[in-house]
């Protein structure tokens, strides 16, 4: 496919793509999630730095103020998370192979497709993401909603009912708008990329240990495996383990 003015070759199927190029895929939509690297990203976390000090939470109003000062200086490097994610799943970028994963390497790639424009990027992300999550449920039923984006989403319901109730009936309803934004940002609880508990180390152990008890269990090298084996093998691995708690 085209992004820009390069021809990109993408994996974009779980029975083709390396399950390390998947990790490193969902590792820096992570960093971006908990991060961000733009002005909108900065203003966020200032508001729930705000919010977390109205309620007396400190601490996470200290991991939120660690936070901004990681995504200014995503800023002021032009590091973008977002757009580094798609890297990991390119096979070529003009013909090129791109085979080395490491951050340095990711940042070098990117620096190459400096000219695509975010809705290029945007366009490609989509279409890759799609075809990627719509395999993972038919295969595996991933994707169902948390108990947690349940309650976030409950919350945006009735935050918008108010708001329509302002618009049709004359209602204000801004306290009430207010107190559930407030919550909406206080149920959001900012990751820790800092320290012992760094969610990019938690991340990578997680994975690393994943690889090792399928390598002990069924004998396999999981960095070697797609998605589609990887995902798989962890489900044999989960009916092993109930068939032992039956015995």
């Known amino acids: 496919?085209?992004?820009?003015?390069?021809?990109?070759?993408?994996?974009?199927?779980?029975?083709?793509?390396?399950?390390e190029r998947f990790q490193k895929y969902n590792k820096m939509l992570m960093i971006d999630a908990g991060l961000g690297s733009d002005l909108t990203a900065l203003d966020a976390h200032l508001a729930k730095v705000s919010e977390f000090?109205?309620?007396?939470?400190?601490?996470?109003?200290a991991t939120e103020i660690d936070n901004l000062r990681t995504t200014l200086y995503n800023v002021q490097n032009g590091l973008t998370p977002h757009f580094l994610s798609l890297i990991p799943l390119m096979a070529e970028v003009d013909g090129e192979p791109?085979?080395?994963l490491s951050d340095e390497a990711l940042k070098a790639t990117y620096e190459r497709?400096?000219?695509?424009?975010?809705?290029q990027h945007e366009q490609v992300a989509a279409e890759v993401k799609k075809k990627i999550e719509a395999e993972l449920k038919a295969y595996f039923n991933q994707g169902g909603e948390t108990a947690a984006s349940k309650e976030y989403y409950e919350l945006m319901r009735r935050r918008a009912l108010l708001m329509c109730d302002e618009i049709t009936e004359g209602v204000d309803h801004s306290e009430e708008i207010r107190a559930i934004e407030s919550q909406m940002v206080r149920s959001d609880k900012p990751r820790v990329f800092q320290g012992l508990k760094n969610a990019e180390v938690l991340y990578d152990k997680n994975f690393v240990g994943c690889c090792i008890a399928i390598a002990q269990k069924l004998n396999m090298d999981a960095k070697r495996?797609?998605?589609?084996?990887?995902?798989?093998?962890?489900?044999?691995?989960?009916?092993?383990?109930k068939q032992l708690k039956k015995r």
């Not at 000090?53 to 109003?61: E, G, R, V, W």
């Not at 497709?113 to 809705?119: A, P, R």
């Open 98 to 100: 791109v085979t080395d």
């Open 113 to 119: 497709l400096k000219d695509v424009t975010f809705g």
């Open 225 to 241: 495996m797609t998605v589609l084996e990887y995902y798989r093998a962890i489900e044999v691995l989960e009916e092993q383990q």
């Open 1 to 19: 496919m085209t992004l820009g003015e390069h021809k990109v070759t993408m994996y974009d199927s779980i029975e083709e793509l390396p399950i």
């Open 53 to 61: 000090i109205k309620a007396n939470d400190l601490t996470n109003a």
